[in-house]
């Protein structure tokens, strides 16, 4: 399955994103666009899947990597990607994303895309039937 | 005191960011009876040799007597402190350039504002296997 992309968020159009479906094993790649301006930094980018409620996000899964942004006067804008292996923490239904740049206390945190994210569970190892198909001397 | 071409005014910031396009305007009095041709130049002191110029685009002008004429120039701020230093000329009958008048200005590297980010929104998600 191709990545979906998010269309930009122009007034108050709200378009319903398509949700990618992954089972435990896999590797969900997001990809964020983020802006800086002034001094050279490193600091992690971090992505989590889990559900937003009234309680604010609850993460089951999450990954960061070190981001490295050199010194501007003006604004930039940059792209990069985390990817979080998808593990059976995760169990089936529908979940929700959101990044952010920073540690305990976010620089910055992006919007939650709501129900973007469908974990497939896969059952366990079951074998059905079994017949004798022939027989024969050897 | 100069002759003819009087530089008045260097206008220029205090501070520039490194690395920054730093715009100045050079004011000069033609302190002359009559309308003389007014060249200006410039360049900048900050430890390098021979010193980088200044780029004025339109650097020479006929100026009314009395009357004083601004000159914009334009020039890229190193990293440390830089003495801008512009000159003025008068165009003789002779047909040469005649230097008159010299004045410094004094602008310091703006220290570099702190790391923000602005925003941050996911733009794309995807299966790897």
């Known amino acids: ?138 | 005191m100069a002759q003819y071409a009087d530089i008045i005014e260097i206008v220029a910031p205090g501070e520039a960011q490194a690395g920054s396009r730093v715009d100045i305007t050079v004011k000069v009095k033609n302190t002359h009876s009559g309308a003389i041709g007014i060249m200006v130049g410039g360049a900048l002191e900050y430890g390098v040799s021979p010193w980088p110029g200044i780029s004025f685009p339109e650097p020479s002008a006929n100026v009314g007597g009395g009357v004083t004429q601004s000159f914009a120039g334009y020039f890229t701020m190193p990293d440390k402190k830089v003495t801008i230093h512009a000159y003025s000329y008068w165009y003789g009958a002779d047909g040469y350039w005649y230097f008159d008048d010299e004045m410094t200005k004094v602008i310091n590297p703006a220290a570099a504002i702190e790391s923000q980010f602005g925003s941050i929104e996911i733009v794309s998600y995807e299966r790897r296997l």
């Open chain 1, 1 to 138: 399955m191709g990545a979906v992309f998010i269309p930009s968020e122009f007034g108050i159009v709200f378009l319903p994103l398509a949700n990618v479906q992954v089972k435990a094993g896999d590797k969900l790649r997001i990809t964020s666009r983020y802006s800086h301006r002034g001094k050279a930094e490193s600091v992690p980018l971090y992505a989590a899947i889990g559900n937003s409620g009234w309680a604010g996000f609850d993460e089951v899964l999450n990954a960061s990597k070190t981001i490295n942004v050199p010194e501007t006067a003006d604004w930039q804008f940059y792209e990069d990607y985390v990817d979080i292996t998808i593990t059976t923490a995760l169990a089936k239904g529908l979940y929700d994303l959101y990044a952010k740049i920073g540690g305990t206390i976010p620089k910055v945190i992006s919007p939650t895309l709501y129900d973007v994210v469908e974990v497939l569970v896969t059952g366990n190892s079951e074998f059905g039937e079994i017949t004798i198909n022939s027989y024969a001397k050897v």
